[in-house]
């Protein structure tokens, strides 16, 4: 049976040397099953104007892109996407714009999808529609085309009181409920939706929202990472030689590492203020620990991402005014964007893994991190999805400084025996989580249910 994946990003990026599988989570999960199934991936339009073949020639899938007129994909995406939807499910309420112009983009794009997967579709494929960006496709798919339609969705669904401040609330759980089964990260993502759906007048039973004659299933399906390439990574005397001039460049006894896409979800702000915290209280860390924090740029095109650029330079700057010394350099900050064979050396380096969102509906840097590191120590958010599975990190509240200063003194303090133990456990959680089966398991739920 084919199979057509619906996502706003192409699973490729274009490089000089033409286009190559993009990294991260859902290219990594999606790009080995489509293959497999000589399937179809429709995005949104990237590339046309640069004159680039849509799909890379050695690659078994066929990518189709949906190109939006200009002001359409800034309202779809840069507004009702980024500057409704994802404030709103990672509980930023006073970033959320409810502005009617977008919410029209959004409706219109969603449609734009609708129409070119109708044109792609033929009997008996499967559909799988990845994300907030597309809520209402569901629907405007099953009014065109008679697919098994899966959805999932990779960022928080918030409580049910929160997304009522929507007021197209209705209109979108009527769009996704248009799929055959949908899924979360995480089980509290999963009755958050329920309860949502209650409150919109469906009767929910168990894991099931009715609708008409069918009943949607609501299921959590956390995605994790590719553990037989982090654990190459984790083996490569190359990426080792690179993880020792790193640590070299810390030149302390200890680094600390952050890596996030530079967004305000991911809480560098308030991780900058904790290590100065640090600082501040337990003094005898200055001039013995490092901290390199990567930021890769994201969303520029929206303006709370500039603006917390601006903000996060201001902190740094500010640090390092504080506390550098001729022979200590306190904290490095890296505003770009890595492979990641990069990223690994960063891993293998690091003492200590500070990853604090605000909010996040999974967070695979976590993951990879506990999966690449020797002996190294995670420090995780409490708000996190991968906290609900990664128990033997050391949990803790990403708004509290002083309760993330007190961990991290306590992670860079940690013996050997309780490192290695806490991360054997997680690395076993990690394998039990791993990317390849996610797909399958999905399509398996959705093709048999
Ligand atoms: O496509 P962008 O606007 O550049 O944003 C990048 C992706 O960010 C979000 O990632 C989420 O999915 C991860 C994998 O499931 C999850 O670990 C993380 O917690 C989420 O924030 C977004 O959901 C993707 O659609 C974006 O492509
Ligand atoms: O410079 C970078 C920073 C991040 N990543 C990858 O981007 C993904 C980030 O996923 P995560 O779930 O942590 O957060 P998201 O950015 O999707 O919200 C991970 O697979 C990282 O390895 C990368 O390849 N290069």
Redesign the pocket.
């Known amino acids: 049976m084919g199979l057509i994946i619906v996502a706003n990003r192409a699973p490729f990026r274009l490089t000089p040397e033409g286009l190559v599988p993009a990294?991260?989570?859902?290219a990594?999960a999606l790009l080995p099953v489509l293959e497999r199934r000589h399937g179809v991936w429709v995005a949104a339009g990237e590339w046309r104007e640069k004159g680039q073949a849509a799909t890379p020639r050695e690659s078994q899938v066929r990518l189709e892109q949906v190109f939006l007129p200009e002001k359409e994909w800034q309202g779809y995406y840069g507004g009702f996407s980024n500057r409704v939807l994802w404030p709103l499910c990672h509980y930023f309420l006073e970033r959320v714009e409810l502005r009617r112009d977008f919410y029209q983009d959004y409706q219109r794009a969603n449609r734009r999808f609708a129409e070119r997967v109708a044109q792609v579709f033929r009997e008996g494929d499967t559909v799988f529609v990845q994300d907030y960006h597309l809520l209402l496709l569901p629907r405007l798919l099953r009014e065109r085309i008679p697919a098994k339609i899966g959805f999932f969705f990779?960022?928080p669904w918030p409580s049910s009181g929160v997304f009522r401040i929507l007021p197209w609330g209705r209109a979108l759980v009527e769009g996704v409920l248009g799929a055959d089964l949908i899924g979360f990260h995480t089980p509290e993502y999963v009755e958050n939706f329920l309860r949502t759906a209650a409150y919109y007048g469906y009767q929910v039973e168990e894991n099931r929202v009715r609708v008409g004659e069918r009943w949607v299933r609501v299921e959590a399906h956390p995605?994790g990472?590719d553990t037989g390439r982090f654990g190459e990574l984790a083996q490569d005397p190359h990426i080792g030689l690179h993880a020792r001039a790193l640590k070299r460049l810390a030149g302390a006894e200890r680094l600390i590492l952050g890596?996030?896409?530079l967004?305000y979800?991911?809480g560098i702000l308030e991780r900058l203020l904790a290590y100065e915290r640090l600082l501040q209280s337990y003094p005898q860390w200055r001039g013995r620990v490092a901290f390199f924090q990567?930021a890769?740029p994201?969303r520029t095109s929206v303006h709370a991402y500039r603006e917390l650029k601006r903000r996060v330079d201001e902190v740094v700057g500010r640090i390092m005014g504080s506390f550098l010394r001729e022979d200590w350099v306190p904290l490095r900050y890296f505003y770009?964007?890595?492979?990641?064979e990069?990223?690994a050396a960063f891993y293998r380096a690091a003492d200590v893994a500070l990853?604090t969102?605000l909010r996040?509906?999974?967070?695979?840097?976590?993951?990879?991190y506990a999966y690449t590191t020797e002996d190294g120590v995670l420090v995780l958010s409490n708000l996190a999805g991968?906290a609900e599975y990664l128990k033997e990190a050391l949990l803790v509240n990403p708004y509290d400084l002083d309760g993330m200063a007190q961990a991290l003194d306590r992670a860079l303090r940690m013996p050997g025996g309780e490192r290695r133990e806490r991360l054997s456990a997680l690395k076993a959680r990690i394998e039990a989580l791993d990317v390849q089966g996610w797909a399958e398991r999905f399509l398996a739920s959705l093709e048999e249910g």
């Open positions: 990294v991260g989570g859902l990594t990779h960022i995605l990472i890596v996030d896409r967004d979800t991911k990567i890769t994201s770009q964007t890595y492979t990641q990069e990223l990853i969102p996040d509906g999974m967070n695979l840097v976590a993951m990879e991968a």
